[in-house]
C-alpha cells in the first residue's frame, strides 16, 4: 500500500524560474486498488511518480511504502524498496536489446538474490501468464511494441512487488493493441493483488480502474 502525505515540490526554489508542481498532495492507495491518474502535459504527472517511486524527494509531506516512511530514508533503503516493494513500467519498455525477453525477466531477480533456475522458472511462468511463451527467447528487436510492453510488465513484476507505479504504459500503442495490452495488465494486477497507481491520457482506460485522480494546479481531485 501506499501513502502520500501532504507533498510539495517545487522547482529552482528561491530562483527567478521558481516553479510549484505539487502543492499538498494526499493519496492513499489501499492494497489491491488501482488508481489512474490524469493529468494535462505538464502538471508534474512525472513528477509525483518519480516521488511515489523513490526516485525523488519532497520538498515537504511524506511517502509511506507498506506502511515504512521512506521520506528521508538512507539511499540503501530506498533502492531496496525500489527492488522489492515497486514495480516501474514506462511508455518505453526499456527492455536491454541485447538480451532474450527471459533473460530481461530474469536479470532483476539475479540482481536480488535469486537463484538462476528459480528466477528462470518465475520469468517462463510470468511470460507465458501474458501469453508469450513461445516468445522467451526472442530478442526485443523481434517483439512487436504490444509484446515489448507485455515483457516490460512481467520485468516489473519478477520480484513480487506489492506497488506497480506506470506511466503511460500503453502510451506508444495504437488503440486497438493498447487496449489488450491494457487488460492483460489488469488481469496481471487483479491476480496478485497489486496496488497500482496509473498514469494515462486515454479516459477509456482510466475509467476501467477502481478510482480517477485529476493533477492539476499541483492538486489531486477526484475525477467524476
Ligand atoms: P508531466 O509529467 O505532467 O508532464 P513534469 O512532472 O515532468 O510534468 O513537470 C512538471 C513541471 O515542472 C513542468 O512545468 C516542467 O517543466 C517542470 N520541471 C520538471 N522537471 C524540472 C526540473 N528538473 N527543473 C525545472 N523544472 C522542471
Ligand atoms: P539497480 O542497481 O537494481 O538497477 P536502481 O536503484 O538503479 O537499482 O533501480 C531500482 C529500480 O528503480 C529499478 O526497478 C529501476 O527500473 C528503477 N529506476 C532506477 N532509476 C530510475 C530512473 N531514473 N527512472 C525511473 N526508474 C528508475
Do not use: W
Request: proline letters at 5%; glycine letters at 8%; charged letters at 25%.
Amino acid at each position: 500500500m501506499l501513502v502520500l502525505e501532504k507533498l510539495e515540490k517545487s522547482y529552482n526554489r528561491g530562483q527567478p524560474g521558481e516553479i510549484q508542481v505539487l502543492r499538498g498532495i494526499d493519496l492513499t492507495i489501499p492494497r489491491g486498488q488501482v488508481t489512474a491518474l490524469v493529468a494535462p502535459s505538464g502538471a508534474g504527472k512525472s513528477t509525483l511518480l518519480h516521488i511515489a517511486g523513490l526516485l525523488d524527494t519532497p520538498d515537504a509531506g511524506r511517502v509511506l511504502v507498506n506502511g515504512a516512511d521512506l521520506t528521508g530514508a538512507p539511499d540503501r533503503r530506498r533502492t531496496e524498496a525500489r527492488r522489492n516493494e515497486l514495480g516501474f513500467v514506462y511508455q518505453f519498455h526499456h527492455l536491454l536489446p541485447e538480451f532474450t525477453a527471459e533473460e530481461n525477466v530474469i536479470l532483476p531477480q539475479l540482481a536480488n538474490g535469486v537463484s538462476r533456475a528459480q528466477a528462470r522458472e518465475r520469468a517462463r511462468a510470468l511470460l507465458a501468464r501474458v501469453g508469450l511463451q513461445d516468445r522467451v527467447t526472442h530478442r526485443p528487436s523481434a517483439l512487436s511494441g504490444g509484446e515489448q510492453q507485455r515483457v516490460a510488465f512481467c520485468r516489473a513484476l519478477a520480484n513480487g512487488p506489492s506497488l506497480l507505479l506506470a506511466d503511460e504504459p500503453t502510451g506508444n500503442l495504437d488503440p486497438a493493441t493498447s487496449d489488450t495490452v491494457f487488460s492483460v495488465l489488469m488481469d496481471l494486477v487483479r491476480e496478485t493483488g497489486l496496488s497500482a497507481l496509473i498514469a494515462t491520457h486515454n479516459l477509456d482506460l482510466a475509467a476501467r480502474m477502481d478510482r480517477v485522480l485529476r493533477l492539476e494546479a499541483g492538486q489531486l481531485t477526484e475525477s467524476a
